[in-house]
């Protein structure tokens, strides 16, 4: 019988938080007025080995709500016509209820305590899904309201570049600019440049801290009590 090291599960990589890539596409920059028109979430999981990848993915249209805002110049550079009848679109609501049922499943099966998101500007995405939790009044929500691990700040250091589709190539992530802003297409990018970002680090010997360290974080802790 073979036991998995602690180290490489995941509940223990990030403090107990369970890492979700999110990408949501929109009618503008401003998260309070501006319509939500995709939304994708790709959920991750650690092979015994400890080696960070892309498991579950969903996506959704969404219809815009009621009294929002469309830039035209935001629906031009995302190609995404909100009253096409094709697009099958959901509302905010059932959408979210959707991905927060699935996050919260994987999320128990890695023995997690509470989700954070993954996002390539982090604080767009994160900002315009807090909107559309407090507009739909969901209330058990399974992410932290405001912490965030940010793929264009972790590119800069690990990678030398910001723009995701950089990024990408110079991870050795294929990138097609033509499949560029679906919100599937860039969050199954952004999740897998994460977690060559993680994995890279975990192959340099470089996430573990040295048990020396962790004794003397607790003796300086006690000390200040």
């Not at 579950?56 to 035209?72: D, K, M, R, T, V």
């Not at 405001?146 to 030398?160: I, K, V």
């Not at 992530?173 to 560029?180: G, I, R």
Request: charged share 20%; with cysteine; aromatic share 8%.
């Amino acid at each position: 019988m073979t036991t998995t090291n602690p180290e490489n599960l995941l509940v223990n990589r990030f403090r107990g938080y369970f890492p979700v890539v999110i990408d949501i596409e929109t009618a503008g920059f401003n998260a309070q007025t501006d319509a939500v028109l995709e939304i994708a979430a790709v959920m991750l999981e650690m092979d015994a080995d400890g080696w960070l990848k892309p498991a579950q993915s969903l996506q959704f249209n969404i219809e815009p709500f009621e009294g929002a805002n469309l830039e035209p110049a935001a629906l031009e550079f995302n190609g995404i016509d909100p009253h096409n009848p094709l697009r099958g679109a959901v509302s905010e609501k059932e959408a979210l209820h959707e991905i927060f049922k699935a996050v919260r499943k994987a999320q128990k099966k890695a023995g997690c305590h509470r989700s954070i998101v993954v996002a390539h500007n982090a604080a767009f995405d994160n900002g315009f899904l807090n909107a559309a939790i407090s507009r739909c009044g969901i209330k058990r929500v399974p992410f932290h309201p405001f912490a965030t691990f940010d793929t264009a700040s972790l590119s800069g250091l690990a990678l030398g570049q910001t723009v995701l589709a950089k990024a990408c190539r110079t991870a050795g992530v294929e990138f097609d600019n033509k499949q560029a802003h679906s919100a599937l297409y860039d969050t199954e990018r952004t999740a897998e440049l994460f977690c060559h970002i993680v994995n890279k680090w975990k192959s340099l010997g470089g996430w573990q801290v040295p048990e020396e360290n962790i004794k003397q974080a607790e003796r300086t802790d006690s000390n200040q009590e």
